[in-house]
């Protein structure tokens, strides 16, 4: 319904301007009957007072107050959408500039500086590093460094046989427990078994049993069972399996036949008969006091697959060999000096 002219005389524009789209305007609490309010929030076409239309807003007082608070939440969303934006930014220049990429030359010059216990963390620091820990010329300069005279070595880890390239790293590291102190150390500190049971031969497979008689001072001889086990690598969550693998010019230099082994020695005072344990799964070492009280009595059980999940086994299954009278025992990994290897590796 249209309606006629204003009271004082004025004419009444048809139309009110609106302000643009995420604009807000502010008003003074004095204004709020002003007529450009009401046009704005349609009281003049509702025909409703003034008043009333804002009584159910509260006080002046709350009218600003709201305002002031929009103001602090809209400045705060600016502030954190601009931090977000520097930080992506940041990230993004990071990740755009990759460092610098020094030469293999530089790596070889510092790897002749560090001890033989750092090699792994200076292996850690980038590709480059770890790759100069696969080259011969690495560990042939590791060799001669740490090399005496007076070192009593085995013919395989004397100089003159250390120029062939295949197992060198394994040969080189097997020369240092002899030659460097703080590793022949750690060997004179390693407990002996009866106190330490040997649990991380569980689930190892046996690859070969010996035994040979041993004579010396006593009038009777003794008898050594040799039992070589190779332990079986850990099941893996993810689906890549396997540890990192050299170049493949190196792989001379890393090949191991020995890697993971380890050898299980049991001196007796007379010869047992051991029934064929080849190929079948270590599975329980236990070491009791014999029945003599002055001797140990050793217990082995072998299966023909793994026991997975802590799951406990009857007595009577399994093959089990037991020695009794029990001299002494015990467990040598591949590159201790007593390990047995081959002159040919």
């Not at 755009?96 to 200076?122: H, K, Q, T």
């Not at 003794?222 to 850990?234: C, D, L």
Request: hydrophobic share 35%.
């Amino acid at each position: 319904m249209a309606r006629g002219p204003d009271p004082v005389g004025r004419p009444r524009p048809s139309t009110v301007a609106m302000p643009k789209r995420g604009k807000r305007l502010k008003f003074r609490a004095q204004d709020a009957c002003s007529g450009r309010v009401k046009s704005l929030c349609g009281l003049e076409a509702s025909q409703v007072p003034a008043e009333e239309a804002f009584s159910g807003a509260g006080e002046p007082c709350d009218i600003i107050d709201s305002s002031d608070e929009m103001d602090a939440q809209e400045e705060s969303i600016h502030e954190r959408t601009v931090s977000r934006k520097k930080k992506s930014k940041r990230h993004k220049d990071l990740d755009g500039a990759g460092g610098e990429e020094y030469p293999m030359d530089i790596w070889l010059l510092l790897a002749s500086y560090i001890r033989p216990e750092d090699i792994v963390n200076f292996s850690l620091i980038c590709k480059n590093a770890w790759t100069v820990t696969c080259t011969a010329a690495f560990w042939t300069r590791l060799y001669r460094r740490h090399y005496t005279l007076d070192a009593s070595l085995p013919l395989r880890l004397r100089p003159e046989s250390m120029e062939k390239l295949r197992c060198l790293r394994a040969c080189v590291i097997r020369s240092l427990y002899h030659m460097y102190e703080p590793f022949a150390a750690r060997i004179s500190k390693n407990p002996a078994i009866p106190e330490s049971t040997p649990t991380t031969l569980k689930n190892s497979k046996c690859l070969l049993f010996w035994c040979r008689k041993i004579v010396g001072s006593r009038q009777e001889p003794m008898w050594e069972f040799n039992f070589k086990f190779k332990k079986q690598s850990p099941r893996l969550k993810s689906k890549c399996v396997g540890r990192l693998q050299p170049p493949v010019q190196y792989e001379d230099v890393h090949t191991n036949p020995d890697q993971d082994c380890c050898l299980l020695q049991v001196t007796t005072l007379n010869f047992i008969f051991i029934p064929i344990v080849m190929g079948m799964i270590f599975t329980l070492f236990t070491i009791n006091v014999s029945t003599d009280m002055r001797h140990h009595r050793v217990r082995l059980v072998f299966q023909d697959s793994p026991v997975r999940g802590g799951r406990n086994l009857r007595s009577e299954q399994g093959v089990q060999v037991i020695l009794d009278p029990v001299h002494s025992v015990r467990l040598f990994d591949w590159w201790h000096p007593q390990y047995p290897f081959s002159l040919r590796a």
